[in-house]
């Protein structure tokens, strides 16, 4: 009997085993432990996330390349320009798609919040790969195991889809404002607010237009026109209207701190100075936001200097050799970063992805290539001056007394105040500073401007600018490697080489003679 209770036993599991092989494999192969669907939500902080991880953060490699500040220890960071593989975004493009899918799974209409922001996330991350590297897999790209080797779309049909994915975001935001539908949640940057989401899309909008001002003459793109359909139709396409409207990452005490703070003070502290590109141009200007960036060299104040003395702020040129900076620094030479500012606290300032006073640079650049007459927003000179004033008010800075502090022992902890007189008035009565016009000399301080108020935000938007305008002048040297230049791109990632090898050839034929060159000069910057 005890057998054969076992031997029935046996049988049934057999047959049951048996049974479930009756499955398609397809079904057998998935992972019951593992989810396959997430809401929306959660995939948009993802995205969001990425966006960030994209930009770079303050006191990152794009600060150094940007020539804000300098690294004098090899150890943690060269200052060169030996750029290799650009970390292309399709991954988080993929992801992009993924939250779309999600929306519509649970029966979001066709236009829906994260299907607006999802054309809006295209545009950006296909814009900062097409600008690092040239052509780009668009078309037949996202597509899965359908193709797996996308052939590559020119540079300029990727912006003419970019600035189209552009315009129906605004298109879509617009139509989900007026329905007062906002199924929007998992938003770290507005609070799930689509009207300040309408605002960057087309703040964003403006900040593509101006990076293709080597092409106003081309019809297809129509860069003067869009760029004054903007500025003429406020209600169709609002803009940021003060620095409460900033793309920005905010940073706390607990799990997510300023990159830099107390606790790594000793780690890099010393390790990194000031770059000439930047503090060198402050102190030409007399710009009191001198005195919130930067500690004041020792020397200088041994030499009997001030700390208020915008002599006593001196900035190492990315160029010079490493071993040179190094002993300059540890000597007392260089200029620290201001340690009330940037290593007191756990939060310093918030890193801005595209703030207002970009926004008043990039309308005042505009208006003074001639793409548009003077709006209701103002004149350039107008915008010029707001968007200093607005980089003024960031760093805290207002006409009257203001305090300001520099370390009494070269650490964080203690430190000596100073009062400094600051008026707008007398800054922008300079010759330097006064805007001269709609004139190369008046964009040249546009321009310059543009770069001071990017410190330590906005990703590279200031080596960018800088690609395009070439203000300001950039130093270079052995430090700085490349032969002494400042490379043009990036390469294509080596993925590409053994998945996609063919329509990668052909693209590098087409662009740059057949060379990965990051000398060579992509269709943007022709």
């Not at 899918?101 to 236009?111: D, F, I």
């Not at 779309?153 to 600035?163: E, R």
């Not at 108020?453 to 700085?480: D, H, I, K, N, Y």
Request: proline share 4%; with cysteine.
């Amino acid at each position: 009997m005890k057998f054969n209770h076992l031997y029935i036993s046996f049988l049934v599991s057999l047959i049951l085993t048996l049974s479930g092989c009756d499955k398609p494999f397809d079904e057998l192969e998935k992972d019951p432990n593992r989810p396959v669907n997430a809401p929306a939500s959660l995939v948009l902080k993802g995205v969001l996330a990425d966006v960030f991880d994209a930009t770079g953060s303050a006191w990152d490699d794009e600060q150094r390349w940007n020539q804000f500040y300098a690294s004098n220890y090899n150890y943690y960071a060269t200052n060169e320009y030996s750029w290799t593989a650009a970390p292309l975004r399709y991954t988080t493009l993929k992801n992009v798609v993924k939250m779309e899918q999600e929306a519509r799974r649970v029966g979001l209409p066709e236009v829906n919040a994260y299907a607006a922001l999802g054309k809006f996330f295209r545009a950006y991350f296909y814009e900062d790969m097409t600008r690092r590297v040239g052509d780009l897999p668009l078309t037949d790209a996202l597509k899965g195991l359908d193709n797996t080797a996308p052939k590559y779309d020119s540079q300029k049909v990727v912006y003419v889809q970019i600035l189209k994915w552009l315009d129906e975001a605004n298109a879509d935001i617009t139509a989900l404002i007026a329905k007062g539908d906002n199924a929007l949640a998992g938003d770290i940057y507005y609070g799930n607010d689509l009207r300040k989401w309408q605002k960057l899309v087309n703040s964003y909008k403006l900040r593509v237009l101006i990076s293709l001002s080597s092409k106003e003459a081309d019809t297809d793109l129509a860069v003067k026109t869009r760029f004054a359909e903007v500025l003429a139709n406020p209600t169709k396409f609002p803009l940021l209207t003060n620095e409460g409207d900033n793309w920005q990452y905010l940073f706390n005490s607990t799990t997510n701190k300023y990159s830099r703070s107390p606790d790594n003070f000793g780690q890099n502290a010393t390790r990194e100075n000031m770059a000439a590109t930047y503090l060198d141009l402050l102190t030409s200007l007399k710009d009191p936001r001198t005195f919130v960036v930067a500690e004041p060299a020792p020397v200088k104040l041994a030499a009997g200097l001030k700390p208020t003395d915008f002599g006593a702020f001196v900035g190492a040129s990315s160029g010079e050799d490493l071993a040179d900076m190094s002993a300059k620094a540890n000597k007392g030479e260089y200029s620290f970063q201001n340690r009330k500012r940037y290593y007191s606290t756990y939060t310093a300032e918030p890193y801005v992805l595209l703030g207002y006073a970009e926004q008043c640079f990039t309308i005042a650049e505009g208006l003074n290539r001639g793409w548009s007459a003077a709006t209701a927003l103002g004149t350039a000179e107008e915008l010029y001056k707001k968007g200093i004033q607005t980089s003024w008010a960031f760093y805290g800075l207002k006409d009257g007394n203001n305090d300001v502090f520099f370390s009494k022992d070269g650490g964080y902890k203690e430190f000596n105040s100073y009062s400094v007189p600051v008026s707008f008035t007398t800054y922008y009565a300079q010759p330097t500073v006064a805007y001269g016009g709609n004139t190369a000399a008046g964009l040249k301080q546009i321009l310059t401007q543009k770069y001071l108020a990017f410190a330590q935000g906005s990703g590279l938007e200031a080596w960018f600018t800088q690609r395009r305008t070439g203000v300001p002048t950039f130093l270079t040297g052995v430090g700085t490697g490349n032969s002494q230049r400042i490379p043009k791109r990036w390469q294509y990632p080596n993925t590409e080489r053994t998945t996609n090898g063919t329509n990668l050839k052909q693209a590098l034929d087409s662009q740059f003679g057949g060379n990965d060159d990051i000398n060579a000069t992509m269709w943007l910057l022709k």
